[in-house]
């Protein structure tokens, strides 16, 4: 994986990085940074469409959240799943 941020402000990143592989990626977190969306945007650039998006951690996930998932994964060739 040719893009190594600073991980010290996310430290879910290699993980889902390592999970992501190739893939197409989604990630819904409450705990997204400046390092979680440069890591997207930069990966979005070189590779697989890849995109973060924020969630109220009082609220969790919700509806509206995976409409926008579901029509990103239709518009990137991503599939649905976990």
């Known amino acids: ?3 190594r ?3 010290a402000g996310m430290w879910k990143l290699t993980a889902v990085e390592t999970y992501a592989g190739d893939r197409p990626l989604f990630w819904l ?9 440069a890591w997207a945007a930069q990966r979005s ?5 890849t995109r973060v998006q924020w969630c109220d ?3 969790g996930i919700t ?3 995976l409409d926008v998932v579901a029509a990103w994964a239709r518009t990137s060739g991503g599939e ?3």
Do not use: K, Q, Y
């Not at 650039?45 to 469409?49: A, E, F, K």
């Open 80 to 82: 649905v799943g976990i």
């Open 1 to 3: 994986m040719a893009h």
């Open 5 to 7: 941020p600073d991980r």
């Open 57 to 59: 951690p009082d609220v």
């Open 45 to 49: 650039l070189s590779g697989p469409d």
């Open 29 to 37: 977190d409450d705990e997204h940074d400046d390092t979680s969306r």
């Open 63 to 65: 509806a509206g959240d």
